[in-house]
Structure formats: C-alpha cells, structure tokens
C-alpha cells in the first residue's frame, strides 16, 4: 500500500494550536471574584471587546453604532410624502385642466369646471374619479399619467424594493410580466406549504426574475424573509400615519393594485407571508421626526432598516435569559453595520465558542458555569498576582532531604511494603523475577501460557517466545526525597459584613490563591477551605470562583474551628496549618440539637464554646492565625484573646493585600515546621 502526502484542504488545520482564551478568562475572572456571576462576567468582557485588541470592536462599541443609526432614521423624513407628491401632482392636473377650459364659453366647459369643483376632498377618492375622465388639455392628461405611475410604482416598491426602477418607464409587458412574476411566487409558495417544493424550482424562478430582485436570495426562505420583512414594514408605515392619512393612503394602494389587476395576487402574498413570519412586528407604529417627506417605497426601507436595527440592539444587549452570541443574525449585523462588524462578532463568538470548548465554561440548564478547569486557571492567576508582590527571596521551599514517600527521586530501590505510594522501578522487579528464574514458556511450545495478571512478556536477555511470572517478592519502588506533608485549614468569612466592606473579593481571591499554591507546589498537603457565616461548611475548590456571600445573621467560628479540628483528626501524621479570615467576632455558635443561636453583641456562651475550640487547636499542636479585615475593638479583644491562648500572631492587612498576608504566612509556617 503507497501513501501521499500533501497540503491539508479539508477544515482547518488539525494541528494547529488552540485558541489562546486565557487572557479572555483572566478578564472574566476579575469580575467573578468581585461577585459577579459567570454569565455576567462574560456578558460585561464581550461588551468591552478582546483584551489587547484595540481594533476588534466589542458589543457596546456595535450598540452605539446600531443607536446612532437609529436616530438618523427616525430623523431622515416624513411617512408620508408620498400623499404629498399625489396631491401636489393631482392639484397640478387639475389645475393645467380649468387653465385650458376658462378661454371656452361653452356649456360643456362650464359642465368640465363643476366637476372638477365637486372632486372629493380625499385624494384617492378623487383620483378615482378622474379615472374616467376625457382631459381637454394634453399637459394635464400626462401629469395626470405621472400621477398613476408614481402611485403603481411607490406601491410595487413598497412590496419589492426595487420594482421602481424597474418600471420607471412602463409598459404593458413590463405590466403583465410583474403580474406573471406574482402568479408564479405565489404559486411557487403554495407548493412549499404541501411539501412539493424544490431548489430547482427556486432557481428556475430567480432565473426568469432575478432583476426584480437585488438582494439575490440563493433560496425561498431567503426570498420569504426579503419579502416578509418588507411587508411588515409596509404595515407599520401605514399604523405610522394618522387614521385620516392611513385611509388615504390605503385607498390609494387598493386603486393602484385594482388598475393594475394585482390585488389577488398580492392578498394572496401578503397572506403567505404573514403565515409565514408572523413574529415580525406587524403593524407596530414608528415615529420618524424628519422634516423631508419621503416617497412610500424609501419609507417602507426606512422603517423596515429600523425594525432591524432594533432586532439587532436586543441580540446585541444580551441581557435575557440563556442569551448566547449565536443568537445574533449576522446577515443582520451585515445589512446595519457591514462587514467588518460581522468580523468583530465572530472574534466575540470565537471567545464564547472556545472558552466552552476548551473546557473553562459548561453550560447546564440555561445557566453557565464555571468548570474546574478554569477554577484552577483563576487560582494560578490570583497566586501569581500574591506572588508578583513578594519578595523574590522570601518565597523559599519547604523540602527536607532525608529519604521518604514523595518528591525528587534519589537514584536508589527498596523493596515494596504494602502501603507505598513511590513509584515501581520495573527494571528491578523485572530482574528479579528473571533471577529467580521462574520463566514459562509460550502456549505453542507445548504448555500452556499463565493467564495470571502478575506475568510481564520477558525482555532483553530471556529465551525468545517467553514470560516470567512476578511474585510480591520481587516488587521494588523507587526512592525519592522525603517532604513534609501539612494539614491546611483556612477558614474564610461569609457573613454580609464581608461584602459591606468591600472585603469578599479579596477573601475569595486568597482562597483560590492557597488553593492554587497548595495544588502546585505541595501537592502532598490536605487542605480544607470552610465557609462560615451562620452556619459553616466545607468548600470544593470548583464553587471558590463562584460562591457568593451569605445574606443571613451570624459569625459562626465556633461551627468553622469544629469542622476543621475534624480534617486535622483525618491526618494526624501532618503538620497543622489554620489560617483564619474575618471582619467580626463570633456572633454565633452551635447548639447541641444543630441548630445555630444568633446573638449580637456576642453572647458569653458564644465565646466560651468558640474559645474552647481555640484550646482544642492548640492542644493538636495547630497554631491559629488571623487575618483581621475590620478595626472593631471587640474583634482585637478576641483574636488578642485567641493569640494568648494558642500562640498564634494576629495581621492586620489591608484587603488589598490578604492574599499577600496569608500566602507569605503559609510558607514561613512551611519553612519553620
């Protein structure tokens, strides 16, 4: 079999790198850890745009754009100049008409000029009866005939944008071939509706008409989405104008069509398309503030331009439920904002694309969530920026170079007890099952091979076509320098204060900061983050990102220091570490039946179990330090209280710098221990 290899055409390229979205979650990240939720993290960075992209623009940048368009819209012109442009040429005709018939003496001339006298007020009514009229003077006769064919081709417009152009000059074929195109369209969609349309069908029509159709639809939705658009933009034109003027004007179009022998086929349309798209905002009133009046088919493109453009602000806002870029149209983005805002919304797309794709972002019932993935991205993040503020030289390491159960290999072997976790060194176990020289041959030379899980195919050195069977015995791991494992508690405030204070973010940012250190650089370490405001409870890393405070009563420290007194039991082997965060004093405890008793100023029952705790702690050898985020001098009285009892040292950081304070501290408690 030959192979061929050559440039690769089939999608984009396979080994090409992923899309770098960590800045883009950094961003985010800032957000989440104030408190904001992801959804609305992610909603506030695609309104600002790609970080370090100055020239992408983002969804607020797009807003503003779409806004302003919008007020030179309403601020183009009237609706209704084309009632205007009827009447001024109607008052022209006639006009031309009692100037060729006020010289004739006649009674037929005097019958001519009543007539004209008792023409009704309503300009559709009087067109009307014109309609048969025998005109003296020529010039009147042909202003009487631009009048008609403005109205036949404001009214086609109005439907098919650009069907005035195209009857700029009519004439009957050009007539009869608008009135075969709406036969065959309307024909065409009663097919689709039973489900015997083809794309063939569409083709051969836009063969026959494409020049009475300049958007070029490449299909019938495409062509019905035209059309319906346009159609309900037509209606909210005529709802635009007053009951007087809509009457006009609507008696207008009926005429036009009933000369033209088009009102069936454009009922017939108009009922197809509004059972098509009835979600179009049909017959919706605008209000234009311009001073130009406007022909009916410019008016009908201005409002159906405007009925976009507010489709487009609400996709653009993405402030609804479960609201996604993918929701955006960019055909509409294109026909508002052209095309380099559709490139700026598919590098928007692309950063809500990826961040789900790559694992930072999982949506689950509407609601988006962050992954572990990007709690741990976050927790490098804000472990950077603690360490960023350090001294390069206070950072240190912790390892004790004696041998042990985890970190850098030293080279030699022992054998295997059961409860190791060092790694097995195959060369040796292999060797001494070879030494033993328990070896069985293949199936095929004449004994069946073992079936046992403890047998390796031998290697270099043994006869062909053989195995060896491995007993416990002959098992070795590998040494490696022996580290210092710790049982880390930090305990962090949820109480309201925290956010009152502006504290929350820092105290979540620390949190994932220890998090983070603690998973990298010791990974041998047990550590525990608990929450507590009225009553405590542990913390999974993946909720640190997005937990939010608690809006109740109660500082629950007593209900905190029990549950990590109990993950210090678990690991009595390990050194303890308890770190404490807080802006109040105790102002709750746990009763005997569960329940947690609330009590400000604090009860002496609150205290006294909250300092037994303290005792316990320090009876395991835990030392406690606190990290005071609040001046208040009942705090400085208890943690002085805790720091006599148990040895530990009280800070006082500005929020600023917590995560500074507490990382520093956990490594020179590592060091010192």
Known sequence: MGYRYGEYHDGPDPLAPPYDVRAALDEMGDAILSGSTPVHALRDLLKRGLPGAEDRRGLDDMLREVRRRRRELRERGRLDGTLDRARSLLDKAIGQERGELFPDPSDDARLREATLDNLPDDTASAIQELSSYEWRSAAARQTFEELRGLLRREVLDAQFKGMRDALANPDPAAMERVRQMMSDLNDMLERDAQGAHTQSDFDSFMSKYEDMFPERPRTLEELVDILARRAAATQRMLASLTPRQREELNNLINQTLDQAGLSEQMRRLGDSLYARRPDLAWGTPERLTGEDPMGMGDAVTALEELADLTQLEAALRQDYPGARLDDVDEAAVRRALGRSAVDDLEALKRIERELEEQGYLLRRRGKLELTPKAVRRLGETALRRVFASLDAGRRGDHDQRDAGSAGELTGSSRPWRFGDEQPIDVVRTLVNGIRRGDASPRAHEGRSAPSSRGTLARGRGARPHSR??????????????????????????????????????????????????????????????????????????????????????????????????????????????????????????????????????????????TLSEVDKMTRRRATINVFMLAADDRLKEFVDEVARRNGGRVFSPSADRLGEYVVSDFLRLRRAR
């Not at 550590?527 to 909720?543: H, K, T």
């Open 468 to 609: 060896v069977r491995l007993s416990v015995d002959d098992f070795e791991v590998s040494e490696t320098e022996r580290r210092s494992a710790a049982a880390v508690c930090l305990l962090v405030d949820l109480s309201y204060s925290m956010a009152l204070r502006g504290t929350w973010a820092a105290a979540k940012q620390t949190a994932l900061a220890l998090q983070a250190l603690v998973a990298s650089k010791f990974p041998q370490d047990a550590v525990q983050i608990v929450g507590f405001s009225n009553y405590a409870r542990v913390l999974q890393p993946d909720e640190l990102a997005g937990l939010d405070w608690d809006m109740v009563q109660g500082t629950n420290l007593h209900h905190a220091l029990l549950i990590a007194g109990r993950h210090l039991d678990r690991h009595p082997d390990f050194e303890p570490v308890v770190l404490v965060v807080t802006d109040g004093e105790p102002t709750a405890h746990l009763m005997r039946n569960g329940r947690s008793a609330f009590e400000w100023p604090p009860s002496p029952e609150t205290l006294e179990l």
